[in-house]
Antibody
C-alpha cells in the first residue's frame, strides 16, 4: 500500500524558515517524480514544486521561486521542502504527492494527508 | 487567481448527470493534457481523470472527461450523494512554465 506521510509543519514567524519532510513507502521511491502541493485554509489547490526521480529536473511555482527548495533522498525514501523567508500567504496545508512517471508530469496518483504550516507573528 | 477557470459551484439531484467545465488557453489546455481531482470534505485530493479522459483503476465509469480546444469538461452521470466534493482541473502551462489547478468547483447533491 502506497503511503506518504508529511511532517515538519507548525507555527513560524514571518521571515523565518521551516523544512518539511515526506516519508514514502509501499512503492519504489526512486522510480517516480514527486511534488509538493499546498492548500490555503478554505481555498483551492496550488502546485508548489516538483522533482524528477533523479533530481535532474526541478520546477517551482513563481510564488515560491527563490525562497523554497525541493530535494529528495532516494536512499531514505524521503522528499523535502526547505522553505525560507516565509510569508503570511504561505500559510497552508502542504501535501506531498507522487507522480505517475519518473519525469515531472501533471498526474499525481497518490497524495499524503498533509502538514499544516502557519506563518504568523 | 488561476489561469484555468471553473464555475465555483454546481449541483444536481441523485441520478442526474452534471458537467463541470474548465476553461483555459492555448498555452495550457490547448497544448497539454488535462487531469481532474476529487477532494471529498476533510480529505486529501484523489486523481479522478488523467490525460483528458482516462480513468485510474477503481474510479467508476460514471465519471468521464473530455477536452476540446482550450476547454475541458468533467461529466458525472448517475449522481450519488457520495459524489458531493470539490473538483479541480489541472494542466501544465507552457508560457508560465508551471502546473496550474483550476479554482475548484463545489458539487452539491440536492
Amino acid at each position: 500500500e502506497v503511503q506518504l506521510v508529511e511532517s515538519g509543519g507548525g507555527l513560524v514567524q514571518p521571515g523565518r524558515s521551516l523544512r518539511l519532510s515526506c516519508a514514502a513507502s509501499g512503492f519504489t521511491f526512486d522510480d517516480y517524480a514527486m511534488h509538493w502541493v499546498r492548500q490555503a485554509p478554505g481555498k483551492g489547490l496550488e502546485w508548489v514544486s516538483g522533482i524528477s526521480w533523479n533530481s535532474g529536473s526541478i520546477g517551482y511555482a513563481d510564488s515560491v521561486k527563490g525562497r523554497f527548495t525541493i530535494s529528495r533522498d532516494n536512499a531514505k525514501n524521503s522528499l523535502y521542502l526547505q522553505m525560507n523567508s516565509l510569508r503570511a500567504e504561505d500559510t497552508a496545508l502542504y501535501y506531498c504527492a507522487k507522480d505517475s512517471l519518473p519525469s515531472v508530469t501533471t498526474i499525481f496518483d497518490y497524495w499524503g494527508q498533509g502538514t499544516l504550516v502557519t506563518v504568523s507573528s | 487567481q488561476s489561469v484555468l477557470t471553473q464555475p465555483p459551484s454546481a449541483s444536481g439531484t441523485p441520478g442526474q448527470r452534471v458537467t463541470i467545465s474548465c476553461s483555459g488557453s492555448s498555452s495550457n489546455i490547448g497544448s497539454n493534457t488535462v487531469n481532474w481531482y476529487q477532494q471529498l470534505p476533510g480529505t486529501a485530493p484523489k486523481l479522478l481523470i488523467y490525460s483528458n479522459n482516462q480513468r485510474p483503476s477503481g474510479v467508476p465509469d460514471r465519471f468521464s472527461g473530455s477536452k476540446s480546444g482550450t476547454s475541458a469538461s468533467l461529466a458525472i452521470s448517475g449522481l450519488q450523494s457520495e459524489d458531493e466534493a470539490d473538483y479541480y482541473c489541472a494542466a501544465w502551462d507552457d508560457s508560465l512554465n508551471g502546473l496550474w489547478f483550476g479554482g475548484g468547483t463545489k458539487l452539491t447533491v440536492l
